[in-house]
């Protein structure tokens, strides 16, 4: 019968990136960690990690166990979890990713009082535009901008995601401020572009009518945070998620253009996690913070 242990250290290896370190990480010494990945590999007649001078490979065995090993590491953690649980203690290494724009503004500034709030908690951020593998990144809890399909993942709804329309005033002093969707046609718009897509139809609503218009300009960005640097320095007009830009709206370098007009909103921002049958405290309790606190 394989030994966790051993399927432990296997992990720890491929995670700390070397023997030797993973050795310093568990604690024990060197030949200990070696012995104990030749004997898991003995017992699985295969080689798991293809070992050089400079550094260690994992084989497709290995990549396959890996994912094994790595399922009986969080339930070990889990089950130590439970111990503090029962202490009512909020402890241990919580990995958090986020998307970029969100994470700088909204995330980051909240990160310090969640750790004074709780100083056993270790933190890692990880500020990425591209969705992470949670079980494979050992994420804790993701924030996601998107609709959520049904999946194994849990999802706490955080915030609405209201789009709005908006400008400089350095802009609108130079070009003029449009009072209905049709007037954008004399303006500069600034697009956003995904691959080769240009999303360059705007629909606006108010009431029960829909007007549809197709905006254009000379400016096209594949980042939101850039379509709002941009429209903060007067290039034009642009349609952004509202909390990308609140700050800038509430200081006045942003204008909200046709508020009588009601945009379709962006996909809800939801804080994501593993289903475990065991939640960890310190992830309730980052859950629970961000529902209080994010967007507060």
Not at 23 to 33: D, E, P, Q
Not at 75 to 100: D, H, K, M
Not at 250 to 255: D, E, I
């Amino acid at each position: 019968m394989l030994s966790p242990q051993h399927l432990a250290t296997f992990s720890a290896i491929v995670s700390a990136g070397s023997i030797s370190k993973a050795a310093t990480r568990l604690g024990c010494g060197k030949s200990v960690v070696s012995r104990q990945l030749a004997k898991l590999e003995a017992d699985l007649g295969a080689r798991l990690i293809q070992r050089t001078t400079r550094r260690l490979t994992l084989t497709e065995v290995g990549e396959a166990v890996l994912l094994e090993a790595q399922q009986i590491d969080r339930s070990l953690a889990n089950v130590e979890q439970i111990s503090g649980q029962f202490q009512q203690e909020v402890r241990g290494r919580l990995r958090v990713a986020c998307p970029r724009p969100l994470g700088q503004r909204y995330l980051v500034p909240l990160l310090t009082t969640f750790t004074q709030q709780h100083p056993q908690v270790e933190i890692t951020l990880v500020v990425e535009d591209r969705l992470t593998d949670l079980v494979a990144e050992q994420i804790d809890v993701a924030i996601r901008v998107a609709h959520m399909e049904d999946s194994t993942l849990v999802a706490r709804k955080l915030a609405p995601n209201p789009r709005v329309l908006v400008a400089a005033p350095a802009y609108l002093a130079r070009a003029g401020t449009p009072k209905t969707p049709a007037d954008l046609a004399q303006h500069n718009c600034l697009l956003y572009i995904s691959g080769t897509t240009v999303r360059d139809e705007w629909t606006f609503r108010k009431g029960t009518a829909t007007t549809p218009i197709r905006a254009s300009g000379n400016i096209k960005m594949n980042d939101g945070m850039a379509l709002a640097a941009s429209a903060c320095a007067g290039a034009g007009i642009t349609v952004l998620d509202r909390l990308l830009v609140e700050p800038e709206l509430a200081s006045g370098v942003l204008v909200e253009l046709l508020p009588d007009y009601r945009l379709a909103a962006g996909p809800p921002v939801y804080a994501v996690y593993p289903a475990r049958k065991w939640l960890p405290l310190k992830t309730k309790a980052f859950v629970a913070f961000l529902q209080e606190r994010l967007f507060q």
